[in-house]
């Protein structure tokens, strides 16, 4: 059995694990990372690539920004598409100069991995049979194996930055807890290729036949998604396939423009909204996906991720500099009201911008008015901006 100890324990090696380990080791708190897949796995997971305002400066906080000041593309606003016609929303202009810079998620977490190696922090991969203990005591630890030997981490508390599907949450007794979830009936199907973007901004598009999303990387990798019915499989999908159903859903001066070429990586993802009350149990706080999903319209995930690591970085630091727990007694609460301002967003901008099967022309018929009202409002549009560049923390 090998013995180790911390101050922090984190479970899960991603972003939102990794930048938190980086803060608190910047200010002198130490924590241990382990992740149950191996660094080169983390690193093909493709994900959401536009950032929040307040995600890049606390990716400059953490040291890790290099990169992302040199190759991030910032945006000033995006294009939404409706049955053809296009609404531009500026909304640095409406939002006191707040913008989003687009660089992606594997580059984040690279980049953070980077700036643990530089500080010698500890990232511990393949681990396995992960189990939490005394999260309800003063003496919490996390157990797991690592290469078929058992180790055990003490530690003052535990961050469950492990996602969905990782086991920190279900270690809140189900009596303590409340889950609330709502799944969509149906999923985006990605494809990232090797071509120009199609469009300088960001481009979501409405169309009769289903949602398509036009995005980017850099000037030459471009990410593209369109709305699939749920259940659809991933090889009745050929590239040609692809092309052509995103182009029927773009307005005719845009799908004119778009280069197409080979697919480098497709996937199809489902959608739901999921939030766990409360995020904290004890000496456990969860953090990201591991408490709530939201649907990818809008690039909310990672950058709710970011905002939970502020808050539970804060509470962490106020804790160690004076001993107070007012920060992580009020963590939950505060992390949760902007979770639920955020999961609201997203699910408007999904609602109007996907056709869900069943629904009659009444809807149909509302979207547009949304489209039009959206078109000439700048209140609403200014609502719009303060929701798509993110809420402040």
Known sequence: MRELKTQ?????GGPSGLLLSQL????????IVIERQTRDHVLTRIRAGVLESGTVRLLRKAEAAHNLDLHGDVHRGIDISFNGNICHVPFEKLTNGQTVTVYGQTEVTRDLYEARDKLDGIVLHSVSDVELHGIDSDKPSVSFYQDEKQSTIECDFIIGCDGYRGVSRKNIPESEKKEHEKVYPFGWLGVLS????????VMYAYHEKGFALCSMRHSNLSRYYIQVPIGENIEDWSDDRFWK???SRLPEKISNKLITGPSIEKSIAPLRSFVCEPMSFGKLFLVGDAAHIVPPTGAKGLN????DVHYIFTALNEYYESGSTKGLS????T???RVWKTERFSLSLTNFLHHFPQEGGFNERIRQAEFDYLCTSEAFQTSFSEGYVGLPY
């Open 8 to 12: 922090v324990a984190i479970i899960g």
């Open 24 to 31: 608190l080791h910047l200010n002198g708190i130490d924590s």
């Open 194 to 201: 090797e071509t120009p973007p199609v469009s300088k901004e």
């Open 245 to 247: 159903e995103l182009k």
């Open 304 to 307: 709710l991720a970011v905002s």
């Open 330 to 333: 009020d963590y939950s609460k």
């Open 335 to 337: 992390a949760l009201d």
